[in-house]
């Protein structure tokens, strides 16, 4: 690199030699190749400002004429100039290429960050239209149980449908047959006791006061079976005395007649619940002592009906044989009426049902109805065995809700 700089050197002092003896247009293409050759070996405009003045020295020192001298540096600034054009104008090339470079630099920063927010904003879009596909996926499935459930539902409600028809249908005809075999033989009983009484008044009226007598009996039987019918349909009692005599009364009647013994007991507070809800109470055991009539074979019933939290708890407990809850709900027959009736009067007043029964060891109805604590007043019971008065304090367990 030393040689070729000291080559370059004695070219450049011969070339302004050159050019301050005859100058011309020769000259000045001479210098312009020694700025190309100078921008070649990297030379910069400084470092040949310098071997100028060395070789420019050099040159004027070979005249001492002072005149001369001016004229020559000159002359040799001229030669310079020319030398550094190439120079300076591959400094401006680069110096707009490094402009344009920057530009370019900044344009791809640019881009490259608009880039990475686009690929941001497609990566948060496609992790939206996953959770879009997947809860659509939930929802789809969702639905299907929903779909599943109602038309499980619906079939349930038709099935329930006809077995409500057809338990209405056997009341009808139950209550037609007792209207025909009972009060029908027993108001024909009465027209031929009257027919007779008529007969023997115009005859003689030995006997008279026996017949009249036999007749009231038959009109007493006929008023006791239409009253009876009255209470099956809706309890008189329960309306114009309250929910504890019509249970006293139902579970009296009850008793006697299938020699079950029944003990009840009632905390008196229940009277200030709304009608619906005692009827509910009342429509509940009823209920539940028909079943134990029917199938528990059981030879003794608990009864109790207490204040329990915010609510009213009634819990009737046998000692039957008892059933298997959950294919008991899933069979078909009236049983199974009479056990969604009881939960379905319970729901319709807020409230909740439920059953338990194990095999061999009785079963447990709870029904729990809620009520309003500002009109339950006092704690005071009623209680008795087959409807005696009679005091004993018991626990009514936290419900939930099951049946």
Not at 114 to 120: P, T
Not at 124 to 153: C, F, G, P
Not at 230 to 250: E, M, S, Y
Not at 298 to 304: E, K, L
């Amino acid at each position: 690199m030393k040689a070729k700089l000291a080559s370059f050197s004695r070219n450049y002092k011969a070339g302004l030699r050159n050019h301050l003896a005859q100058g011309g247009k020769e000259v000045s293409k001479l210098a312009q190749a020694l700025g190309r050759e100078a921008a070649t070996l990297g030379l910069e405009t400084l470092g040949l400002a310098g071997m100028h003045e060395e070789a420019l020295l050099a040159l004027v020192s070979e005249n001492g004429s002072s005149h001369t001298a001016d004229a020559r540096a000159r002359k040799g600034g001229m030669f310079f100039a020319e030398v550094i054009t190439p120079i300076e104008r591959t400094h401006r090339t680069a110096r707009e290429a490094d402009t344009r470079l920057g530009q370019v630099n900044q344009a791809l920063r640019q881009r490259t960050a608009d880039l990475l927010a686009s690929n941001l904003e497609l990566k948060q879009e496609i992790d939206q239209r996953k959770a879009v596909e997947q809860a659509l996926r939930k929802s789809e499935q969702h639905y299907s149980v929903l779909l599943a459930r109602s038309q499980w539902m619906q079939e349930q409600l038709r099935l329930l449908s006809r077995q409500l028809l057809a338990t209405q249908e056997e009341e009808r005809k139950k209550i037609s047959r007792e209207l025909h075999d009972e009060i029908a033989q027993t108001l024909t009983g009465i027209n031929v006791q009257l027919a007779a009484l008529k007969l023997s008044a115009t005859l003689n009226t030995k006997g008279l006061q026996s017949k009249i007598t036999s007749t009231q009996r038959l009109v007493e039987k006929s008023v006791a079976i239409v009253h009876r019918f009255a209470r099956d349909l809706r309890p008189a009692v329960l309306d114009d005395l309250g929910l504890i005599p019509a249970l006293r009364t139902f579970v009296e009647t009850l008793a006697k007649r299938e020699r079950l013994r029944v003990q009840l007991t009632v905390y008196s507070g229940v009277e200030e619940m709304d009608i619906s809800k005692r009827t509910v109470l009342f429509r509940v055991a009823q209920e539940a002592l028909t079943n134990v009539v029917r199938h528990a074979r059981a030879t003794r019933v608990d009864i109790s009906i207490i204040k329990a939290s915010n609510s009213t708890c009634m819990t009737m407990a046998d000692d039957g044989i008892g059933f298997d809850v959950e294919h008991k709900m899933n069979a078909k027959g009236t049983t199974r009426l009479g056990l969604l009736g009881m939960r379905e009067r319970v729901d319709m007043v807020g409230g909740t049902l439920r059953v338990e029964s194990v095999a061999g060891k009785g079963t447990t109805v709870r029904a729990w109805i809620p009520l309003d604590e500002s009109r339950v007043s006092g704690a005071g019971r009623t209680n008795g065995d087959s409807g005696e008065q009679k005091v004993r304090g018991r626990s009514c367990p936290q419900h939930d809700k099951s049946t």
